[in-house]
Nanobody, 124 residues
Framework: QVQLVESGGGLVQAGGSLRLSCAASGRSLTTYAMGWFRQAPGKERDFVAAVSWSGGRTYYADSVKGRFTISRDNAKNTVYLQMNSLKPEDTAVYAC?????????????????WGQGTQVTVSS
């Protein structure tokens, strides 16, 4: 069983940066694709970014392209989301997820394991 724990969220002013981490335990994530999703109050959960098992392919939502970067360190069993130029509309709970098929899907239904999430609040 894979357990995922996110960290790095917090309160930041617009234009600032945060780096989220997602640490896995229970199993190596070497063959898993990893994704980040977010959910704002009263809204559905949205795809943010995904990375293939090797790190060779990445995908981003249009709303974060050019500002966010997803990366992974398989030796540390950890995935990161570097968020720059943050906007108030980025405010949400951010959760990481693992997909055993490794292909880096934008579809949340592909992901079998989820973390609890970390709150990101961007003030204007």
């Amino acid at each position: 069983q894979v357990q995922l724990v996110e960290s790095g969220g917090g309160l930041v002013q617009a234009g600032g940066s945060l780096r989220l981490s997602c640490a896995a335990s229970g199993r190596s994530l070497t063959t898993y694709a990893m994704g980040w999703f977010r959910q704002a109050p009263g809204k559905e959960r949205d795809f943010v970014a995904a990375v293939s098992w090797s790190g060779g392919r990445t995908y981003y939502a249009d709303s974060v392209k050019g500002r966010f970067t997803i990366s992974r360190d398989n030796a540390k069993n950890t995935v990161y989301l570097q968020m720059n130029s943050l906007k108030p509309e980025d405010t949400a709970v951010y959760a990481c997820a693992a997909d055993k098929f490794g292909g880096a899907s934008t579809n949340e239904k592909q992901y079998e394991h989820w973390g609890q999430g970390t709150q990101v609040t961007v003030s204007s």
